[in-house]
C-alpha cells in the first residue's frame, strides 16, 4: 500500500483555535469577515504585500498585479522561459555524464535552476545572465524563501529573520535595486510621452513605479515595501514548486512499484496531470493558515470565534477528508476522480480573496483556451521532460525530507537521468 500521508501541526498552533474540516476552512477563507493572520515573525518579510493586506485595498493591489497573470503572460512564460531553461539545464548537465551514460544529480536545485527565469521575470530581475550570477540569484531567493516563511521554522526564528534581512540586503544591492533604477527611468520616459505603455516590461516592479509606490526611505534603504513584495513573489513562484514538485516523483516510483503495469504511464501525460493532481492535494506548501475574525462569528456549524480572534486553518488534514476525497483519500491515487466542481487539489491554492494568482502558471492553462495560449502547466512540464530523459530515484541515496521547519517537503532528492 502507497504511504499515508500524515500532516504534523507545529507547535506554535497550540494556543489557537484549530479548525479541522474542509468545509469550515472553505467558509472561514471565502469570508470577508475574516482576514489575513500570522505570527509576529510572518511580516517581517510579508507585511503590506498582495499576500498580507484586505478589503478594498487587496483588491486594488491585486488588481494592479493581474496582468502578470493573464493568459498570454501564462503561455510566454512557460514556452518563452520554462522550456529553453530546461533545454539548458539539462543540456549542462550531460558534461557530467558517467560511463554507464547516466547523471545523478539532486532534483531540488535542479528545479530551482529550471523555475529561476520565471521568477525574474514576473519581478522584473535583470541581470540573472551568466551561470555564476544565476547561482548566486538562485542561493539567494532561496535563503530569503527561508525567512519569509520564518513562522515555520523548527529552531531560533529570531536568528532565521536575523539571516533573512542581510540576505535581503544582498539581493536588493546585487539585483533588485538596479533593476528598479532601470524601470524608473522607463516609467519616467513613458509619463514624458517617449514611450507607450504596452513596450513597457510587464513586471513588478514597473508595476510599482507605475504606481509610484517605489518609495525607498533613506534611512534604511534594504528594508521597505518595494522590496518586501518583490521579495515575496520571487518565494511565491519558485519555493512553493520547489516543495511540492518532489512528491509527485516519490509518489509515482512508489506507485509503480506497486503497480508495475503503470510503469509506461510515466510518459502519458494525462496520467502525470491526474499525479500532480493528487500530490498537489496530499502535500501544501504551509502546514497551517491563518486568520483572524473582525467581529464575534458564528460559523454554518455552530462555531464560534471571537472578534479579533486568530484561528489556526489545517488545511492539509482537510485535504484528506474521505467525505471529500473519498475511502482512500489519504494515500496517492492517479485514478481518483473529483466529485463535479471540485478541483483535485482541494485547498492546496486557498480559497476565497487570497487564492493563489499562480495556480494556472502551475496546474496549466489546459482545457480552458485555444491552442495558442493552451499550456500544460509547470509543473507537467518539468515532469514529462523529466520522465522522456529516464528520471529515476538514485537507488543508493534516498531523499531527505525538511527538518529545519514544518514545510512538508523534502531538502535532497538524489535522481538518476538515464537517458540524457
Ligand atoms: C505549487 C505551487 C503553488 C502553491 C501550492 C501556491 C499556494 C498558494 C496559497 C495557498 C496562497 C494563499 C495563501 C493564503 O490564503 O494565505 C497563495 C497565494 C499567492 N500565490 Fe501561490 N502557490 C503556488 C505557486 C505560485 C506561483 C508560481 C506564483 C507566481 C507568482 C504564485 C503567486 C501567488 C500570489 C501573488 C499570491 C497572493 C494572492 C493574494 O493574497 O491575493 N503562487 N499561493
Known amino acids: 500500500m502507497t504511504t499515508k500521508t500524515t500532516c504534523p501541526i507545529p507547535p506554535n498552533m497550540t494556543p489557537y483555535q484549530q479548525v479541522h474540516s474542509y468545509a469550515e476552512i472553505e467558509e472561514i477563507m471565502n469570508s470577508n469577515e475574516f482576514y489575513q493572520g500570522g505570527t509576529p515573525e510572518r511580516r517581517v518579510f510579508l507585511g503590506d ?52 551514460g547516466s547523471v545523478h544529480t ?29 547561482e548566486r540569484f538562485r542561493k539567494l531567493v532561496e535563503a530569503l524563501g527561508e525567512a519569509a516563511t520564518a513562522q515555520w521554522s523548527v529552531g531560533d526564528k529570531d536568528a532565521v529573520l536575523r539571516a533573512g534581512k542581510e540576505t535581503l540586503r544582498q539581493l536588493v544591492d546585487e539585483f533588485l535595486s538596479p533593476s528598479l533604477d532601470r524601470r524608473r527611468c522607463l516609467v519616467a520616459r513613458h509619463e514624458a510621452g517617449e514611450i507607450a505603455r504596452e513596450d513597457l516590461p510587464r513586471d513588478v516592479l514597473t508595476l510599482i513605479c507605475l504606481n509610484h509606490d517605489d518609495v525607498i526611505p533613506e534611512d534604511d534603504p534594504h528594508y521597505c515595501y518595494t522590496w518586501r513584495e518583490a521579495g515575496f513573489f520571487l518565494v511565491a513562484s519558485s519555493q512553493t514548486s520547489t516543495h511540492t514538485l518532489p512528491h509527485v516523483l516519490v509518489h509515482i516510483a512508489e506507485w509503480i512499484k506497486e503497480h508495475p503495469e503503470d510503469a509506461a504511464k510515466v510518459n502519458d501525460p494525462s496520467f502525470l496531470r491526474k499525479a500532480v493532481g493528487e500530490s498537489l492535494r496530499l502535500h501544501q506548501t504551509s502546514p497551517v493558515k491563518l486568520r483572524v475574525a473582525s467581529k464575534d462569528i458564528t460559523l454554518s456549524t455552530g462555531r464560534r470565534v471571537a472578534a479579533g480572534e486568530m484561528v489556526a486553518l489545517l488545511a492539509p488534514p482537510a485535504n484528506l477528508e474521505p467525505e471529500i476525497f473519498g475511502e482512500d483519500a ?39 483556451t485555444d491552442d495558442k495560449t493552451g499550456t500544460e502547466g509547470t509543473m507537467v512540464k518539468i515532469v514529462r521532460t523529466l520522465y522522456a530523459h529516464g528520471v529515476e530515484l538514485d537507488p543508493d541515496n534516498p531523499p531527505k525530507l525538511i527538518t529545519a521547519t514544518y514545510h512538508d517537503a523534502y531538502e535532497s532528492v538524489p535522481i538518476v537521468l538515464r537517458n540524457l
Not at 68 to 94: C, H, N, T, W
Not at 107 to 133: N, Q, W
Not at 351 to 365: D, E, I, P
Open 330 to 368: 489519504d494515500r496517492f491515487n492517479p485514478y481518483r476522480q473529483v466529485a463535479k466542481g471540485q478541483q483535485p487539489w482541494g485547498l492546496t491554492f486557498g480559497k476565497g480573496a487570497h487564492m493563489c494568482c499562480g495556480r494556472w502558471l502551475v496546474t496549466g492553462l489546459f482545457n480552458r
Open 106 to 134: 539532486d532534483l531540488i536545485p535542479l528545479i530551482r535552476m529550471m523555475l529561476f527565469r520565471i521568477s525574474a521575470r514576473i519581478v522584473g530581475v535583470d541581470g540573472v545572465d551568466t551561470p555564476e550570477k544565476t
Open 49 to 100: 504585500t498582495v499576500l498580507m493586506l484586505d478589503g478594498p485595498l487587496h483588491d486594488e493591489r491585486k488588481r494592479e498585479f493581474s496582468s502578470l497573470f493573464s493568459k498570454a503572460a501564462m503561455a510566454s512564460y512557460e514556452g518563452d522561459l520554462l522550456e529553453p531553461v530546461i533545454a539548458q539545464v539539462l543540456e549542462d548537465l550531460r558534461s557530467h555524464r558517467r560511463a554507464d
